[in-house]
Nanobody, 125 residues
Framework: QEQLAESGGGLVQAGGSLILSCAAS????????MGWFRQAPGKEREFVAA????????GYADSAKGRFTVSRDNAKNTVYLTMNSLKPEDTAVYYC??????????????????WGQGTQVTVSS
């Protein structure tokens, strides 16, 4: 059973930056496809970014392109989401997710088997 723990959220002013981390524990001998999603109050959870098991393939939602970067350090079993030029509309709970069955899963939420508890990101105007 894989366990995921997000960290790095907080309150930031518009235009600022944050780096979210997702630490994986459990079956560390297996590299998973990973994704970042977010859910704002009153809205459905949406895709933000994804990275392949070896880190060579990445994908982004249109809202994240040019501002967010997803990366991973497999030696540390950690995936990162670097968020720059943050906007108030980026305010949400951010979740990381893992798929043990694929090289790259992208935006397909239903394919991810493991989810973290989320970390709150609040961007003030």
């Amino acid at each position: 059973q894989e366990q995921l723990a997000e960290s790095g959220g907080g309150l930031v002013q518009a235009g600022g930056s944050l780096i979210l981390s997702c630490a994986a524990s459990g079956r560390t001998d297996t590299l998973y496809a990973m994704g970042w999603f977010r859910q704002a109050p009153g809205k459905e959870r949406e895709f933000v970014a994804a990275v392949s098991s070896n880190g060579k393939t990445t994908g982004y939602a249109d809202s994240a392109k040019g501002r967010f970067t997803v990366s991973r350090d497999n030696a540390k079993n950690t995936v990162y989401l670097t968020m720059n030029s943050l906007k108030p509309e980026d305010t949400a709970v951010y979740y990381c997710a893992a798929d043990p069955d694929r090289y790259y899963t992208g935006s397909h939420q239903s394919e991810y088997d493991f989810w973290g508890q989320g970390t709150q990101v609040t961007v003030s105007s």
